[in-house]
């Protein structure tokens, strides 16, 4: 089976696919050559397990991807980057082979994180993704060489609005008409058509002043960052979305069917992009409503958010207080300093004693056999210190 896996991944073009996978690695592939053909060991070696999962999704993503090109599909599979998105792969790969009318059972019935499992049923569905893209390429240019007499005009996107607004203006233009007098012609059309309409019918532009080219650069600037902050918001939001409805996949009352389920949330998860559908030219047909705050509490931004569970009012509550500035500050850590004074009366510290190292108690208590009681004045004191130097200079 692999080798048949090889033969026809090969005919739809491994040398694309190769790049693909590796597209970083233009020089060599892992086995050391360039662009290597499709063989038996490398199909075996996408189908494995662990972390090569990966890479057989990517494979997945290559061949629905052309699948999608070819038969104007609305479905196709994205590559993981861990196994952890697995189950989002698995119900992804579910509603593409349901658009695709896919008659194998093991790979469209049964519990969804059951699929895929085995080393066959990988094989399998590479088979069936290739044999598809093989017979879809040989119908498209099959169709192609019959009509390969007729030559289409693809319109661009700016010709189309004009020609909406030459229509819904009602001006015929010339064939040749230099730009210059179509646009004079469109704007004299515009001031008749104002004159006859309320006045509160077009809202006035919130910016009506000239921009230079050094301007528009800085313009084009903040643009773009902005493109990329918000592209960065909606990629989280949108992941937070499918980790959700992934974790309702996990309750044991959706056994039997994720079909359903994914059916009915892919089409419309496929219409939600990350890029922000928005263009430079927007900042010339802004309005003057952009510059009209409304509080969220206000009654038509309400209209939008309003749900049954936050309609439930909430009373007053207890202060919990909390506030920095109401709080007291804490004790210090040391007390003041203060200078020492000495304390005079009949219950004051004791003198010190050279002879047994040990200043006197308390008056009134009796500390060996030195009866020495404290409260002396301080030149009494001073003459017992004389005598006791005087004793210990004899000594030495």
């Given at each position: 089976?692999?080798?048949e896996?090889?033969?026809?991944?090969?005919?739809?073009?491994?040398?694309?696919?190769?790049?693909?996978?590796?597209?970083?690695?233009?020089?060599?592939?892992?086995?050391?050559?360039?662009?290597?053909?499709?063989?038996?060991?490398?199909?075996?070696?996408?189908?494995?397990?662990?972390?090569?999962?990966?890479?057989?999704?990517?494979?997945?993503?290559w061949?629905s991807?052309?699948?999608?090109?070819?038969?104007?599909?609305?479905?196709?599979?994205?590559?993981?980057?861990?196994?952890?998105?697995?189950?989002?792969?698995?119900?992804?790969?579910?509603?593409?082979?349901?658009?695709?009318?896919?008659?194998?059972?093991?790979?469209?019935?049964?519990?969804?994180?059951?699929?895929?499992?085995?080393?066959?049923?990988?094989?399998?569905?590479?088979?069936?993704?290739?044999?598809?893209?093989?017979?879809?390429?040989?119908?498209?240019?099959?169709?192609?060489?019959?009509?390969?007499?007729?030559?289409?005009?693809?319109?661009?996107?700016?010709?189309?609005?004009?020609?909406?607004?030459?229509?819904?203006?009602?001006?015929?233009?010339?064939?040749?008409?230099?730009?210059?007098?179509?646009?004079?012609?469109?704007?004299?059309?515009?001031?008749?058509?104002?004159?006859?309409?309320?006045?509160d019918?077009?809202?006035?532009?919130?910016?009506?002043?000239?921009?230079?080219?050094h301007?528009?650069?800085?313009?084009?600037?903040?643009?773009?960052?902005?493109?990329?902050?918000?592209?960065?918001?909606?990629?989280?939001?949108?992941?937070?979305?499918?980790?959700?409805?992934?974790?309702?996949?996990?309750?044991e009352?959706?056994?039997?069917?994720?079909?359903v389920?994914?059916?009915?949330?892919?089409?419309?998860?496929?219409?939600?992009?990350?890029?922000?559908?928005?263009?430079?030219?927007?900042?010339?047909?802004?309005?003057?409503?952009?510059?009209?705050?409304?509080?969220?509490?206000?009654?038509?931004?309400?209209?939008?958010?309003?749900?049954?569970?936050?309609?439930?009012?909430?009373?007053?509550?207890?202060?919990r207080?909390?506030?920095?500035?109401?709080?007291?500050?804490?004790?210090?850590?040391?007390?003041?300093?203060?200078?020492?004074?000495?304390?005079?009366?009949?219950?004051?510290?004791?003198?010190?004693?050279?002879?047994?190292?040990?200043?006197?108690?308390?008056?009134?208590?009796?500390?060996?056999?030195?009866?020495?009681?404290?409260?002396?004045?301080r030149?009494?004191?001073?003459?017992?210190?004389?005598?006791?130097?005087?004793?210990?200079?004899?000594?030495?």
């Amino acid at each position: 089976m692999e080798t048949e896996v090889a033969d026809v991944l090969t005919k739809v073009g491994w040398k694309e696919l190769w790049t693909f996978l590796y597209p970083l690695s233009t020089e060599a592939g892992p086995q050391g050559k360039r662009y290597p053909g499709a063989s038996d060991s490398l199909v075996t070696e996408v189908i494995k397990d662990g972390s090569k999962f990966v890479s057989y999704s990517r494979v997945v993503e290559w061949l629905s991807t052309e699948l999608n090109q070819l038969g104007n599909l609305n479905e196709h599979v994205n590559a993981i980057t861990s196994q952890d998105d697995s189950s989002a792969f698995l119900l992804e790969i579910s509603c593409f082979l349901k658009q695709l009318g896919c008659q194998y059972k093991s790979l469209t019935e049964g519990h969804l994180n059951d699929r895929l499992q085995s080393p066959s049923d990988r094989i399998l569905l590479l088979d069936y993704l290739a044999t598809e893209l093989l017979a879809s390429r040989i119908i498209a240019r099959n169709s192609s060489e019959s009509t390969n007499f007729m030559v289409t005009l693809e319109e661009s996107s700016t010709a189309k609005d004009l020609k909406t607004c030459l229509s819904a203006l009602k001006v015929s233009v010339p064939v040749r008409l230099s730009p210059e007098k179509l646009f004079s012609e469109i704007q004299g059309k515009i001031k008749i058509v104002l004159e006859n309409v309320p006045k509160d019918l077009v809202i006035k532009p919130l910016f009506s002043g000239e921009v230079s080219i050094h301007q528009w650069d800085r313009i084009a600037e903040i643009f773009s960052e902005l493109q990329l902050e918000y592209k960065i918001r909606r990629k989280m939001l949108l992941k937070r979305l499918d980790v959700t409805v992934q974790s309702f996949m996990w309750s044991e009352r959706i056994v039997g069917r994720e079909d359903v389920i994914a059916s009915v949330y892919y089409p419309v998860r496929q219409r939600l992009k990350a890029d922000p559908n928005m263009e430079l030219a927007n900042v010339l047909s802004a309005g003057e409503e952009l510059a009209l705050f409304e509080k969220t509490s206000s009654m038509t931004v309400r209209m939008g958010t309003q749900s049954s569970v936050n309609k439930v009012v909430i009373g007053n509550v207890p202060d919990r207080g909390g506030r920095p500035n109401e709080q007291q500050a804490p004790p210090p850590e040391m007390p003041s300093w203060s200078q020492r004074t000495s304390d005079r009366g009949s219950r004051g510290h004791g003198g010190y004693s050279f002879l047994d190292r040990r200043g006197g108690d308390r008056g009134g208590n009796r500390r060996g056999s030195n009866q020495d009681r404290g409260g002396r004045d301080r030149e009494g004191w001073r003459q017992e210190l004389d005598k006791h130097r005087k004793k210990a200079k004899k000594s030495w």
